[in-house]
């Protein structure tokens, strides 16, 4: 039992660490938004952490490395 409580430990701690590095990539990309879309181009409004969050996670998906290989 105790080896299990162990590695939800790992687990937890592990999933911890990736939200906090990903709220940390979202930040910028708030600001970037905020300082450089929004005067520049018409009809674009200003962003929250949320949103930012949100675009950097679906720019992730839709921007991925792919595993398409020439042979």
Request: charged share 10%; with cysteine.
């Amino acid at each position: 039992m105790d080896k299990f409580l162990e590695a939800v430990g790992v687990v937890v701690v592990t999933v911890a660490i990736l939200v906090v590095l990903s709220a940390l990539c979202a930040w910028p990309v708030m600001l970037l938004w905020n300082a450089c879309l929004v005067g520049v181009v018409s009809g674009i409004k200003t962003v929250d952490f949320m949103s930012a969050w949100g675009i950097m996670v679906l720019c992730g998906l839709l921007f991925k490395p792919g595993g398409y290989t020439k042979k």
